[in-house]
């Protein structure tokens, strides 16, 4: 372009602009969507647990978007499966004591069967995290938290495992590139639940890894295709679309999720309003309990009662109501994830919904 470097351009201008195929005569604008199982041999799929094209395209601008190579995954869950398989056996894992419920599940699966050694953490405490690194494999780290936006320092906690050997992988799932890049923070690994926020339309269970480490890049790759947690074309292809217009989703979800919290901040019934300065999830407790927080949510009409997260329509939950979900999150906390609706319709939903459950 111009003779400009592509690392030069704006993120937003990369989302819209990295990963399409090569111009040429009749060349589509946007990558088709490949469905096979085989491939002719000779080239870099052969057989499609291996690869398959359609993934270029997502691998291609998650990847600039980050500053590293990407793998793309299943589900969210299923990158973060290929990070903890490369924790030797026996090696001990640190992690957030308030990280996604699925990342805890698993990590207390490994710990029960003895496979690895897991220490949990107050992942704001920095002291304590870099303290419980300094012998650790793998430092796992989660920033903002879900559902409590927990914030963790990258950057010095990135350093100082450095230094002792750990790798550090971030989930960035919340944050999105846009807003937080942890391997320019120092981090050697980024997962995203590409569910979420990158696809942006509550329609794709994906996951993705992106690094710029050769060596972690080769052993995830080796795993995925160990694993056969590929995704599917289609699942591919609607994140691809869906990361063209993360820019400017996010831009209009966050401006909805900071208004709302300064609403929310100035209502009385809810107690501990949380946001993290930036992203689209808002959290807050109910005063009068679980079971009044339980129907606000199943009270509102525009916001979904449902879980996940991310979409361009507004939904929330109260967490606790899972089985999984740790204690370490408030029976009462609603995790409210603002979409790109109109912010006043979205308050007035709110404002209903509270009342109705009083
Ligand atoms: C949803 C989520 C995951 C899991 O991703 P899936 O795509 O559902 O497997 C991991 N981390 C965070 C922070 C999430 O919100």
Same mark, same amino acid.
């Given at each position: 372009? &111009?003779?400009? @470097?592509?690392?030069?351009?704006?993120?937003?201008?990369?989302?819209?602009?990295?990963?399409? #195929?090569?111009?040429? #005569?009749?060349? #589509?604008?946007?990558?088709?969507?490949?469905?096979?199982?085989?491939f002719i041999p000779g080239g870099n799929s052969g057989y499609g647990r291996h690869g398959n094209p359609t993934f270029n395209s997502f691998e291609t601008v998650l990847g600039e978007l980050e500053g590293g190579r990407t793998l793309a995954f299943a589900s969210g869950m299923a990158a973060t499966t290929a990070v903890f398989e490369l924790v030797p056996a026996g090696g001990i894992v640190v992690a957030p004591q308030g990280a996604y419920n699925g990342t805890l599940t698993q990590l207390a699966d490994r710990a029960r069967r003895k496979t690895i050694k897991l220490?949990?953490?107050?992942?704001?405490?920095?002291?304590?995290?870099?303290?419980?690194?300094? @012998?650790?494999?793998?430092? /796992?780290?989660?920033?903002?938290?879900?559902?409590?936006?927990?914030?963790? *320092?990258?950057?010095?906690?990135?350093?100082?495992?450095?230094?002792?050997?750990?790798?550090?992988?971030? *989930?960035?799932?919340?944050?999105?590139?846009?807003?937080?890049?942890?391997?320019?923070?120092?981090? *050697?690994?980024?997962?995203?639940?590409?569910?979420?926020?990158?696809?942006? &339309?509550?329609?794709v269970i994906l996951g993705a890894v992106v690094t710029n480490d050769d060596r972690l890049f080769n052993a995830l790759a080796k795993q995925r295709e160990s694993l056969g947690s590929?995704?599917?074309?289609?699942?591919? /292809?609607?994140?691809?679309?869906?990361?063209?217009?993360? &820019?400017?989703?996010?831009?209009?979800?966050?401006?909805?999720a900071r208004e709302i919290y300064a609403r929310l901040s100035k209502t009385k019934d809810i107690v501990h309003p949380r946001y993290p300065g930036f992203g689209t999830i808002v959290s807050f407790e109910v005063k009068a309990g679980a079971d009044i927080a339980q129907k606000i949510t199943e009270t509102s009409e525009l916001i979904t009662y449902t879980t996940s997260l991310g979409g361009v329509e507004s939904t929330w939950e109260r967490r606790r109501r899972i089985p999984s979900e740790p204690t370490t999150v408030p029976e009462s906390l609603i995790r409210l994830s603002v979409g790109i609706e109109h912010v006043d319709d979205l308050w007035d939903d709110i404002v209903f919904a509270l009342k109705i459950a009083r």
């Open positions: 372009m &111009h003779g400009h @470097d592509d690392a030069n351009l704006a993120a937003s201008t990369i989302a819209v602009s990295a990963g399409r #195929p090569k111009r040429s #005569p009749d060349a #589509p604008l946007n990558a088709p969507i490949t469905m096979a199982s085989a220490r949990l953490v107050d992942i704001t405490n920095t002291a304590e995290v870099t303290n419980a690194s300094k @012998d650790a494999a793998l430092v /796992w780290v989660e920033s903002p938290t879900n559902p409590t936006l927990e914030l963790a *320092d990258i950057k010095a906690i990135s350093k100082a495992a450095s230094a002792t050997g750990a790798a550090i992988a971030v *989930d960035n799932t919340f944050a999105t590139p846009l807003r937080q890049k942890p391997l320019d923070l120092g981090a *050697d690994i980024v997962v995203h639940s590409a569910s979420k926020l990158l696809s942006g &339309h509550s329609d590929i995704p599917g074309a289609l699942e591919i /292809w609607l994140a691809t679309r869906g990361i063209r217009t993360l &820019h400017v989703r996010l831009d209009r979800a966050e401006a909805n």
